[in-house]
């Protein structure tokens, strides 16, 4: 016996919704996390470069005002390096001085990681790892 007024497609239009509510979360998702990502690439670009920058600045003082070349202390430019990441809260980095043209220049890569909000519910790993780089040179002349 059917009980009074219950026809056969009951509950079809639920489980439509419930697939297609998936799917609409699912880019929702997918736009929410990717503009997260893109805000830490740009994060870590930007902490590399002002990090580069705030190295840059380390000059050997006591070499310059002999009149010897205008050169990058390496010890002082870690520092400043060291110090401007910690007050950001940085922990990741790595700074190298390649020689390019005779003049040796800082460089600076910093890794920032993100953590998924949305996509980790899909089964997507829960954090992804992105890295900055930025290259400065000490100014030896006026422009």
């Given at each position: 016996m059917?009980?009074?007024?219950?026809?056969?497609?009951?509950?079809?239009?639920?489980?439509?919704?419930?697939?297609?509510?998936?799917?609409?979360?699912?880019?929702?998702g997918v736009a929410y996390d990717g503009a997260g990502q893109l805000r830490s690439l740009q994060r870590a670009d930007n902490l590399a470069a002002e990090a580069a920058r705030s190295g840059g600045q380390a000059v050997?003082?006591?070499?310059?005002?002999?009149?010897?070349?205008?050169?990058?202390?390496?010890?002082?430019?870690?520092?400043?390096?060291?110090?401007?990441?910690?007050?950001?809260?940085?922990?990741?980095?790595?700074?190298?001085?390649?020689?390019?043209?005779?003049?040796?220049?800082?460089?600076?890569?910093?890794?920032v990681t993100y953590r998924r909000h949305m996509l980790g519910l899909f089964g997507m790993d829960s954090t992804v790892t992105v890295s900055g780089e930025a290259t400065a040179r000490a100014l030896t002349e006026a422009p």
């Open positions: 059917r009980a009074r007024g219950l026809r056969r497609d009951e509950g079809r239009v639920s489980l439509f919704l419930a697939v297609t509510m998936t799917g609409v979360l699912a880019i929702i050997d003082r006591a070499r310059a005002i002999e009149g010897g070349p205008k050169e990058i202390d390496e010890a002082d430019a870690r520092a400043a390096v060291r110090d401007y990441l910690a007050a950001a809260g940085v922990t990741r980095y790595r700074v190298t001085f390649p020689v390019v043209g005779g003049e040796k220049q800082i460089q600076v890569r910093v890794t």
